[in-house]
């Protein structure tokens, strides 16, 4: 069965700086995977995805993830974090209708 | 024009009672999915349904069982609450059950005091 660790439970930065938050799955065949955000008190959001092709993938909110499968890795990065990016991450390998979420990496972000 | 929207936002109730939280989707998708956030953040499956049909059915006990009128719904209804039900419950819809990405909606956060 496919699932994700994702090692960080908690991570902090300086607003401005860079940051990668990291993700390991497992899976059997080609996965299907994803990065959310959690804002406190909300929903999540899809950040982005990656199904096949292009192994760096971009998304929404200057985030990008690439695809690594020689390390089983999907981590997702920006250049550049801002106050408002504070929130839980969750990466999360499928296929859609089966899909396993990593237990989340909270990031602060120091003004 | 919410494309998943889950009722009530908020449910305090007490242990054994009967409750049940709705979740509607305008999105035209054909799977719908319950989730259960836990208090550290830990996010489960629960159910899945494709076309009002069952797919996914994890290791949950049967005091949760969902309901599918058509696709555009799936309701939860949970029996004789205890308080290990305390949780975030998040409903979600996908286009289809293969690869698709999932669409949340805000939440339910259930108290069960």
């Known amino acids: 069965a496919q699932s994700v660790t994702q090692p960080d439970i908690h991570i902090t930065v300086s607003e401005g700086a860079s940051l990668e938050l990291r993700c390991n799955y497992s899976?059997?065949?080609?996965?299907?995977l994803f990065w959310y955000v959690q804002s406190p008190g909300q929903g999540l959001q899809l950040l982005l995805k990656?199904?096949?092709?292009?192994?760096l993938v971009q998304g929404i909110k200057g985030f990008e993830a690439e695809f690594k499968r020689s390390q089983s890795s999907f981590n997702l990065r920006k250049p550049s974090v801002h106050w408002s990016d504070a929130a839980e991450y969750f990466c999360?390998?499928?296929?859609?209708?089966?899909?396993?979420f990593g237990a989340g990496t909270r990031l602060t972000v120091k003004p | 024009d919410t494309a998943v929207s889950q009722t009530p936002k908020y449910l305090v109730t007490q242990m054994g009672n009967d409750k049940s939280i709705k979740c509607e989707q305008n999105?035209?998708?054909?799977?719908m999915y319950w989730y259960k956030q836990d208090s550290k953040k830990f996010l489960k499956i629960m159910f899945s349904?494709?076309?009002?049909?069952?797919?996914i059915n994890e290791t949950v006990p049967n005091r949760f069982s969902p309901k599918s009128p058509d696709k555009a719904h799936l309701n939860l209804h949970i029996n004789s609450l205890e308080l290990g039900d305390s949780a975030v419950y998040f409903c979600?819809?996908?286009?289809?059950?293969?690869?698709?990405?999932?669409?949340f909606g805000p939440g339910t956060r259930l108290t069960v005091t």
């Open positions: 979600a819809s996908s286009r289809g059950v293969r690869s698709y990405e999932q669409y």
């Open positions: 899976y059997g065949a080609t996965p299907y």
């Open positions: 990656y199904f096949s092709g292009d192994t």
């Open positions: 999360a390998v499928g296929p859609g209708s089966d899909m396993r």
């Open positions: 999105l035209g998708h054909d799977t």
């Open positions: 349904y494709n076309n009002k049909e069952l797919i």
